[in-house]
């Protein structure tokens, strides 16, 4: 048998309304104040989106020094651990421990396990008049209770942000989770966009009009408007984390 590799393969797919991004095509990208650390831009606007979205791996000598302007920061541990120090509050993250860092704040991630690795939403921040920037938040997914979502036992929601009944946010993180065989009640088509990453398990999603198997790891980019349904597969629960952008008037007309 041949033992030649055949490298001119790969899952990943972009297409104009929505993108799966497998990982086995990335090539680093080099983040000014941001030392080393492997960064890949999985979604940006050069994509077509209106937001974007990183995985960031760390040395142990690795920092990530900035300050936040237009856009806000949502950051995530996938694995590892590290430092975080955002204006005058410092915290030990670990595996499930996010920050929100709203626009114009100072942030250090530093003494990190080798290869701690994070995810990052940035959003340009829209204000509504009449309701304050929101908050630094340091938290974990663990204290995040879990809600039944669309009356199925079998989805369970997180919301990491608390955009439900608060308008200062403009974006909400969730974390998704589908018990074995479980799936969207319906084909969702809306104006929100998505970005996700897969935390755990495997299934099959639609976008558009294309049906993609998907499992951990891969990212997916989910423009407005794009059609998009996901049933789990196998025997543990398929989980993701996503965003979305919330709570705007909808239209400039
Ligand atoms: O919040 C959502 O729109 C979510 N149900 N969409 C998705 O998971 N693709
Ligand atoms: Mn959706």
Known sequence: MSKIKLTALSRSVVESDHAVITGDGFVNSKVPGWDNCEVNVVINEAMGANFCQLLITMEASGQLKGRTKDSQIFFYVLEGSCDVTVENQNENLKKGSYVYIPVGKDYLFSKAEAGTKLL???????????????????NSDSKIKQNIYCDDPNLLMQNLLPEQDNLSWDMAVNIFTYNPGANLPFVETHIMEHGLIYLEGQGIYR???????????????????????????????????????????PTTI
């Not at 204000?127 to 929101?134: D, H, I, K, R, T």
């Not at 597969?233 to 952008?245: D, Q």
């Open 120 to 138: 990052t939403f940035h959003k340009v921040y829209e204000p509504l008049e009449g309701f304050p920037v929101p908050e630094i938040i340091i």
């Open 207 to 249: 976008l558009a009009d294309k049906w993609y198997p998907i499992k951990k790891g891969d990212s997916i980019w989910m423009a407005p408007y794009c059609p998009q349904w996901f049933g789990a597969l196998g025997t543990e629960p398929a989980v993701y984390i996503y965003y979305k952008n919330v709570n705007r008037f």
